[in-house]
């Protein structure tokens, strides 16, 4: 990465209940463009974001746009420009579809930008009374989706937005998720490599709580080999359902 | 059938008082997961207030007329500040440890009712109402005394208050989505601290005036009704569904009832006993607590 | 006790102190032969006691004081232990209490027969309302255990058959009482005893949590899903907890009756209770003799203050002081905030945290 990073994680380290989960995560996500958080189940993916995110208790050093952040409470270092989809959507299913919407808006300079949300996701308009917990899956991925572009965020942070979608709105997802990088830097958490190889332009790997590997996400996932050591997945029976989504 | 009128106005009234002391204490737990054990204190604390001022120590404040809903008011407003302060200076500073936050709860509420005690000592005081509201109305052949029918407008409209706070403020949005889902809010850059004094807040103000009402119904202050009354506060808001507002409301009912009945029909004292049974039996057949909060 | 290990050569230099480690590890063993001879001293302790040692009072204060610190340590067992937070302890120390009372009073038992069945009665309560509390997990089993023991605490003072005595409670048969427990000049007995419960509930203690049962428990205590997972049903462990726990709890309620001569609705009261667990944590929960402490020193500072605030010096000050100080329940109430804010696990850690603040600052 010739350009500094937007943000710069050294030494991420997370306890939770007496077991250390991360011993010690380096990451760098890239100022433009999507940058892949890969690894297998378990190998501490969510657990990173989370602990960005100061969502559990974490040492280490995590700057954002050079400045620090460890010590700061989630909601400050949230409002500083982070946009966060987490892995169970974090829909609030009592709420209505506006109601959530609502909640992420923060008083910024130009206002929340529906008109964006609504073009890109036009669904969420018509459904704005409906009650959230009774959408589906694809559209609640769209509100948690929706809720990162309201603001002018500077850093969009999605956990396995596709995770459990049918290949369709996998598709739809990954669209707007290419869209939304045009502008913004994405961290994005997958285990879809068809969706990571459409969209990702760096990678980093974790293993067992560490980095196994950082680099261009075109170079890890063209070397078969590299990418059945480090994920685990390949040709073969253990490969992904992936939709054919390399349009 | 005028029993059954007197029977079921008293058990409104009561269930009235239940769902003032009980709203605030569902929607702390619902929104902080703290089990608020000195909510029985801010009752207290509103009880006394309105008792101090009504006694003719708060120029303006009297036992009658307006005077008495200056007294109500000044009551109400002592036990929100003394909310807010507890929040503030006790559950606060110990937001990462919740079971310590419950002790300290615990500590207040002992505290608290001791200090009446001191102040004014620990036997029943004759708590002071206006003539318009200590009489009887006839309603369905029975005799009903005014203050149930106080209470249960009261209780009402803090009903009718808190769906409106709820529902259309942005702050009773937080507090929705915050029982819901605490660390989400957090993520969504709201700091959730500030509903949680809110919250204890409203949850004061309705349980102060609980107290003062409430001084009204039983017809004096004691230091130790507060305490009594709490654990059936806990019952309605187990029953209710921790953090629902119109819940408690329909289980204060519910509970006000069954207890004003089964006390009546039954050996004194056997409804209260049913009540707390009740409790204990809801737990085990939804171990989660009716919302899955409790588990 | 525990063998000393052969120091090694290089560490000749130690020997002396580890011999003075050694023999400080006895401490306990001087305290309790200090406690057994207290009622032949005559040694004036001002401010703290009233009287000498030895007086009929002190030793009734004394008494009281090894009474609650055993109950707290019995307590602990639930909370500091195995991570259960129980609001109706009191409601099996009343058991033993008013059923030991009862079988004297209505079944004309010899006292050792109505003693044994009384302690039993408590841990059969223990195993029947435990076994169904047991069933809610975290907060709901806390509220469930509060909802029983106000269940018992309104049933005991409705009294519904007159066997309980009702708001009054129960004074026990003096003359069904073996004479060597009863009447001022066997207050040294009434002393022995509640020592030896204090003993007898340090001992079970000590013994349940070293044994493989209390690493179960302790396991309970940090993560009860690890303890899934690793095959056992923390169920039984924690209704194990429980009845033990309850039952020495009803055993502490024998004792309560023979030192206060009756059996008091006061001690199925949820302050009771509440009482307790200011003295667990007071004194700080899981550990070996925190919980003991705490309940010495608050029975004593409960009864101390309840002195001073009918004495004639509190009347004389000034009210911003007068208040407070008549009021054992706030001072009480306010020191357990404090301690729970600013002393995270109580007394009993306070020395390890002071030589690790000291060594800090090396």
Redesign the interface.
Known sequence: MTASPLLAVRDLRVLIGGRHILHGVDLDVAPQGVTALLGRNGAGKTTTVRGVLGLVPRTGSVLLDGKETVGLPTHTLVRRGIGYAPEDRGIFAGLTVAENLRLAERRGADGPAYGLVHELFPELKRRERQSAGTLSGGQQQMVAIGRTLLNGNRLIIADEPTKGLAPKVVTEVAQVLERAAEAVPVLLVEQNLAVVRRLARHCVVLADGRTAHQGEADGLLGDAEATRRLLGVGRGPLAPFTAEADS | MSTIVLLTMTGLGLGALYFLVASGLSLIFGLMDVLNFAHGALLSIGAYGTWWAASGQLPGAGPGGWGFALAVLFGTAVGTLAAVVLELAVVRPLYTRPREQVLATVGVGLAVPALLSGVWGSDARTFPGPEALSGTFALLGADVPVNRLVLVAAAVVVLVALRLFLGRTRHGLVVRAGVEDRAMVTALGIDVRKAFTLVFAIGGCAAALGGALGGLYFGSVDPRQGTSLLIFAFVVVVTGGMGSVTGAAVAAVVIGLVQQFANYYTAAGLGDLAVVVLLAALLLVRPRGLTGRLA | MSTATTPAPAAVSTAPEHGRTRLLRWWPAAVLVLLVVAPWSALPLPGLLDGPVGSPGSLQLLATCLLFGALATGYDLLLGRTGL?SFGHALYFAAGSYATNMFLLEAGLPFAAAAVLGVCFGAALALVLGS??L??????F???T???A??GS??V??D?GGFTGGEEGRAAPAELLPSWLVGIDHTANLYWIALAYLVLTLAVVHRAVRSPTGRVWEGIK??ERRVEVLGLKPYGFKLTAFVLAGALAAVGGLVHLLLTGGSTPQTTT??FT??L??MV?LGGTGTRWGPMVGGILYTWADHRLGDLAGSGAVADLPAVL???L?????L???L??AV??LL?GGLARLPSRLRRTSEENR
């Open positions: 937070l169904v509390s069933r809610v997990t975290g907060i709901g806390s509220m469930v509060l909802a029983f106000q269940a309104i049933l003072s409705r519904p940090e993560n949820s302050d509440l009482s667990l200011v944590v007068r208040v407070p008549s009021q054992p329940l706030f009480l109430g306010v357990f905030v729970v804010h995270p």
